[in-house]
């Protein structure tokens, strides 16, 4: 089993609809989890931090479950700019950072 | 604001080939990683270090060296290219494995590499 595991999609969405997706994490041990947006041909750029609570940014939710184990983001209003892989990060084992496959997300006019 | 830094960023290799990318960051990071990405697919961690001196393998370290000799870098050297290295190579950092506020990991521009 992979240690980080998301839906790659694609996840087809009108604009201005909201679109949610999970990433599940093997090692209950996991401290730190994050959302990363990575464009086409560009390198991964931090979305935002996933805390314990719950955060949002402006039109982003990201939310933790430790019980079950994933974290989710949530995209409201969405924009054809929104259009992107979507990567959860986590910090496993040892400390360093593991990466989900991303989620491919596809916005349409 | 210079971050993490690979060179070359496009090269194009012919079969049997070595060659060496080099990484760089400026903000005194303990940990850096190598990742590859083929087309429509994930990240892959090649290798990754903890500190100078110290590296060890991920999870597709097959046909690549590295080093870390000092703090700032971290090059992948190819031995013996074949085309299946044919993808993307991404550089990078970040401070510690530890959960503490800011902590994140910044990512070099990305080494297109062709082996043909």
């Known amino acids: 089993r992979k240690e980080v595991e998301q839906d790659p999609g694609p996840f087809n969405v009108p604009e201005g609809a909201t679109v949610a997706f999970n990433c599940t994490y093997s090692n209950s041990a996991s401290q730190s989890f994050f959302w990363y947006r990575q464009d086409c041909r560009k390198e991964p750029k931090l979305l935002m931090s996933v805390y314990s609570s719950g955060n949002e940014d402006g039109r982003f939710t990201a939310q933790l479950n430790r019980a079950s184990q994933y974290i989710s983001l949530l995209i409201r209003d969405s924009k054809l700019s929104d259009s992107a892989t979507y990567l959860c990060?986590?910090?496993?084992?040892?400390?360093?950072?593991?990466f989900g496959a991303g989620t491919q997300v596809v916005v349409t006019p | 604001n210079a971050g993490v830094t690979q060179t070359p960023k496009f090269r194009i290799l012919k079969i049997g080939q070595s060659m060496t990318l080099q990484c760089a960051q400026d903000m005194n990071h303990n940990y850096m990683y190598w990742y590859r990405q083929d087309p429509g697919m994930g990240l892959k961690l090649i290798y990754y270090?903890?500190?100078?001196?110290?590296?060890d393998k991920g999870e597709v370290p097959n046909g690549y060296n590295v080093s870390r000799s000092t703090t700032e870098d971290f090059p992948l050297r190819l031995e013996l290219a074949a085309p299946s290295q044919t993808s993307v190579y991404f550089c990078?950092?970040?401070?510690?494995?530890?959960?503490?506020?800011?902590?994140?990991?910044?990512f070099g521009e990305g080494s297109w590499l062709t082996v043909v």
């Open positions: 270090s903890v500190g100078a001196g110290i590296t």
């Open positions: 990078a950092s970040s401070r510690t494995g530890m959960k503490t506020s800011g902590n994140t990991i910044y």
């Open positions: 990060a986590v910090i496993g084992s040892w400390g360093k950072f593991q």
